[in-house]
């Protein structure tokens, strides 16, 4: 039998195989599908719907995750800025159309967030600098009682009270530029994914992201 | 039971224009044109018809059969609002007139046919006045019940009273308009009418449903309105006082949108869906204005909030564009009032959200999605909710444009062409909106500029973003020239790009121009 990762990921996507690692049969429905060059980072494999994580440094990272959802086929919003490329979202299967975003909530950031979140199952926020405790304990608990992913970015990720779950890239390295003449062709990058509970362990892993074509796939682990 | 049903039955008189899209968008009948909804044809003219092009071809297809095909842009908005002064030249014929969809209305014909004195000369009236009114060709039918009235009208036929069942019998299962349940069928050998009707009506309810058991009874020729539904309790009805009037479409959107969602809450916390739902107005001059619109024709599942929505708006479209002007010569001023009456309820049998919260099925949280975003463009303002459109250009920013939610998220012809110049993908993962000032130096601390001819002076060595450490560059690729708007002196701009590497791993695009570097996006 073939090895779905072995083949190179746009034939697969014309055939129609997608390379999610949960199967989105009933019993794995309390979590959203992550590439499947990423799962080794969750300890279900996946992210566990009700879940606050947070990341900072990466927004290739945040729109791999925003294509797994949006495949499966999910919704998935931005509030704040700055916005995560568009185009760079649509090399990484996020279907534009079910990609909602809010650059400008001011003083409503968080009333914002708490709506999407009512309804949408991935919501990436770049809270203010000043963002109040009460406010992240708030949107926290929304997120849990919603069922949904709330995936916070930017400055404030750090100290984000209730997040289940930190990732960040620990080292990277561009490939395909010389010494005048080339361009960017594919990144290779160390995650690291440290939590609390089930994800205490640090996980590491290693990923082209983006690989050729946009798309997330495993790298060797000697790299980067 | 079907006995009792079908005497209840109203005798309906269905008015039908043809190809309705591709004529409100300005196509003739003997000229070959189509709209295309979703890259496929949703509608074409008798002409294109003619030429082999079918509903449902992609477009290709469709212009390889019809070269001179000519395509028009999807607008249900204008094709509600072109059909404004038929709906108000039948009803000055025949009270009671519903909107089934814009190019189709049905009205109750009993009291028309004893005024005119006959069916034929009914029909004869109806067809003269709406030519000599408004110019378009309509095709009518006469029929018990408005399922069969329709299906007469795309024949232009009268069924005799008490003969729907005759005349349906011999029609396609997929007349049913409810392309799940008739694939389904024809699956099992079932393909007319005819064949559905004759399934005993308790077996369909126990396999298929309650909204099968429905369309069981239309293939019947009984009733065609929701066997349940009633009149619904006056306070249903949600109203707004519109201060300032409104007198231009786009103000009227945003209004449209919340009135509508206003009353879907009510209607979900009773439990209803709405089919069928008048929509009234009030002018500053004291004009009521009023019009009903039915849900799809045939289905028990009732408006959503935004389907509510869309009907008021095309509604209010029509009026404020002309629909006042013909009845009371000069238009009157803007709509103070606007109300939104459900005309006809049933008990809601679609969806029920899970006894824990959302029930994880994705995409069909549709509602749900449209409700939110609602909310949040209560709070915001309409234009603060948008989705992206990936297009053509060359610079980042225009390849990129930001629809608001809820504006049709159109294409431009542009967007599948080459663009020459344009960076190779992988694209930026962030696009800085307000660009930030960089200094690029060469290894011996000498700045790097691009001159006319686009020599760089020394290979870059150091890149500072900002009042950032510097740090080194490891790759670099470049200048690759922009020159944009040349003809325009104005606008015209002159950049060098280059892509850049630096030894924390980190890529970025930077672009040199008016002797200044600039970071315009992080590949990060």
């Given at each position: 039998m073939l090895h779905a990762a072995a083949l190179p990921p746009d034939l697969l996507e014309r055939v129609g195989v997608t390379t999610f690692t949960s199967s989105d049969d009933a019993g794995s429905s309390a979590l959203l599908p992550v590439p499947e060059a990423l799962a080794g980072l969750f300890p279900e494999g996946g992210l566990r719907r009700g879940w606050t994580i947070t990341t900072s440094g990466s927004s290739s990272l945040i729109l791999a995750l925003l294509g797994a959802v949006s495949k499966r086929p999910g919704w998935c919003a931005e509030v704040g800025s700055p916005l995560l490329g568009s185009a760079a979202a649509a090399e990484a299967g996020v279907a534009l159309d079910r990609f909602v975003r809010v650059a400008e909530p001011g003083e409503q950031w968080a009333s914002v967030t708490a709506s999407l979140l009512e309804a949408i199952d991935l919501v990436v926020v770049h809270p203010p600098a000043r963002a109040g405790v009460g406010d992240m304990r708030r949107l926290t608990a929304r997120a849990r009682e919603r069922s949904a992913v709330l995936l916070v970015t930017g400055d404030c990720a750090g100290k984000w009270e209730g997040a289940m779950v930190n990732l960040r890239v620990t080292a990277q390295q561009w490939h395909g530029l010389g010494d005048g003449h080339g361009y960017l062709k594919a990144r290779e990058v160390q995650v690291q994914a440290l939590g609390r509970g089930a994800a205490a362990r640090p996980r590491t892993t290693n990923v082209w992201l983006p690989g050729a074509g946009g798309v997330v796939s495993p790298a060797r682990e000697s790299a980067a | 039971m079907g006995g009792n049903l079908s005497n209840r039955a109203v005798r309906t008189l269905a008015i039908w224009c043809p190809d309705w899209p591709v004529i409100a968008a300005g196509g003739a009948v003997d000229q070959p044109g189509a709209v295309l909804r979703a890259g496929r044809v949703f509608a074409c003219s008798a002409a294109a018809r003619l030429d082999g092009v079918r509903r449902g071809q992609r477009r290709r297809d469709a212009q390889s059969r019809c070269p001179e095909l000519v395509v028009y842009p999807d607008d249900p908005a204008r094709d509600a609002r072109v059909f404004e002064p038929v709906v108000e030249s039948v009803e000055a014929l025949a009270p009671g007139v519903e909107i089934v969809r814009p190019g189709l209305v049905v009205a109750a014909a009993r009291g028309a046919i004893r005024y005119y004195k006959g069916e034929l000369p009914l029909l004869a009236k109806v067809s003269a006045t709406v030519s000599d009114e408004t110019g378009y060709d309509v095709q009518l039918g006469l029929a018990d019940g408005s399922f069969a009235a329709t299906q007469a009208a795309y024949a232009a036929h009268i069924v005799q009273p008490g003969e729907s069942a005759e005349f349906l019998a011999p029609l396609p299962i997929r007349a049913l308009d409810r392309p799940d349940l008739a694939d389904l069928l024809i699956r099992l050998g079932v393909r007319t009418l005819g064949d559905f009707a004759a399934l005993p009506r308790a077996d369909v309810l126990a396999r298929f449903g309650p909204d099968a058991a429905y369309a069981h009874d239309l293939a019947h020729g009984f009733e065609a309105r929701p066997p349940s539904a009633r009149k619904a309790p006056p306070d249903l009805a949600v109203e707004m006082a519109l201060d300032p009037p409104i007198e231009r479409v786009d103000t009227a959107t945003f209004v449209a949108k919340t009135l509508a969602e206003q009353l879907h809450d009510r209607l979900v916390a009773r439990g209803l869906a709405c089919v069928r739902i008048s929509i009234e107005a009030r002018t500053e001059s004291g004009e009521q204005l009023a019009r009903s619109w039915r849900h799809g024709g045939v289905s028990t599942a009732g408006f959503s909030s935004s389907a509510i929505a869309d009907r008021t708006r095309w509604q209010l479209d029509g009026w404020l564009s002309g629909g006042i002007r013909s009845h009371h010569g000069r238009p009157t001023g803007g709509l103070v009032v606007l109300r939104l009456l459900p005309d006809e309820v049933t008990p809601d049998v679609g969806r029920q959200l899970s006894l824990w919260g959302s029930?994880?099925?994705?995409?069909?949280?549709?509602?749900?999605?449209?409700?939110?975003?609602?909310?949040?463009?209560?709070?915001?303002?309409?234009?603060?909710?948008?989705?992206?459109?990936?297009?053509?250009?060359?610079?980042?920013?225009?390849?990129?444009?930001?629809?608001?939610?809820?504006?049709?998220?159109?294409?431009?012809?542009?967007?599948?062409?080459?663009?020459?110049?344009?960076?190779p993908s992988p694209s930026p993962a962030t696009v800085l909106t307000a660009p930030r000032a960089a200094v690029v130096t060469a290894v011996d601390g000498s700045p790097v500029e691009v001159d006319e001819r686009l020599a760089v002076s020394a290979a870059p060595g150091f890149l500072r973003v900002e009042s950032r450490a510097p740090v080194e560059i490891v790759g670099w690729a470049g200048p690759w020239p922009l020159h944009v708007r040349w003809w325009d002196d104005a606008a015209a701009r002159k950049r060098a790009r280059f892509q850049v590497s630096t030894a924390d791993g980190a890529g970025w695009l930077l672009a040199f121009e008016a002797g200044r570097w600039l970071v315009e996006a992080c590949y990060d």
């Open positions: - | 029930d994880f099925s994705g995409i069909g949280d549709i509602e749900q999605v449209e409700r939110a975003l609602a909310r949040v463009q209560g709070l915001l303002g309409p234009d603060a909710v948008v989705t992206a459109v990936v297009g053509g250009g060359r610079e980042l920013a225009e390849q990129v444009r930001l629809v608001p939610w809820g504006e049709p998220r159109e294409t431009s012809p542009g967007d599948a062409c080459p663009w020459p110049g344009r960076l």
